[in-house]
C-alpha cells in the first residue's frame, strides 16, 4: 500500500517539532480526515534557513509533512512556492489515492507559512514608516 519512502518518513520523520520565534507559521487541514499541518520557518532574507512541522492526522500526512520540509530547507522563497503537491508524492514515491489530499495539505501548509511570512513583512514596514515619519510638535 506505501512505498518504503513513506514508511521511512512516517516512521522517522525528519523536522519534527516547532520553531521558537519562527517568523512564518502555516496551518491548513482538512475537516472531512481530521489530519491538521503546522508548519514552522526561520527565514533569512530570501531563504528557508529552517523548517519545522507538527502535524496531527494519519501516517501518510505525518511523511508528506517530512518530505515537504526537507523539499523546502535551504531554498529561497520562491523555489519553495514552486513546490507542488505531485513534486511531494513523487518524492515519496507515490501515495494511494485516497491519500492525495495529504499531499496537497503539505503544499498548502508551506504556501500558508510564506503568506504569513510576506504578511509580517508588510507590517513591519508599515510601523517603520509610521513610527519613523511622525512629526513632533
Known amino acids: 500500500m506505501y512505498s518504503e519512502k513513506v514508511m521511512e518518513h512516517f516512521a522517522n520523520p525528519q523536522n519534527v517539532g516547532e520553531i521558537e520565534n519562527a517568523n512564518a507559521v502555516g496551518e491548513v487541514g482538512n475537516v472531512r480526515c481530521g489530519d491538521i499541518m503546522k508548519i514552522y520557518m526561520d527565514i ?4 528557508i ?10 501516517g501518510a500526512a505525518i511523511a508528506t509533512s517530512s518530505m515537504a520540509t526537507e523539499m523546502v530547507k535551504g531554498k529561497t522563497i520562491e523555489e519553495a512556492l514552486e513546490l507542488t503537491n505531485k ?5 515519496l ?5 485516497e491519500k492525495i489530499h495529504c499531499s496537497v495539505l503539505a503544499e498548502e501548509a508551506i504556501r500558508a ?3 504569513d511570512y510576506k504578511k509580517r513583512q508588510v507590517e513591519e514596514v508599515e510601523e517603520f ?6 512629526k513632533e510638535n
Do not use: H, N, R, W
Open 44 to 47: 533569512d532574507g530570501d531563504v
Open 129 to 134: 514608516e509610521y513610527d519613523c515619519c511622525q
Open 49 to 58: 534557513k529552517d523548517v519545522k512541522f507538527k502535524t496531527f492526522g494519519c
Open 93 to 97: 514515491g507515490g501515495l494511494p489515492p
Open 87 to 91: 513534486a511531494v508524492m513523487d518524492a
Open 113 to 115: 507559512a510564506i503568506t
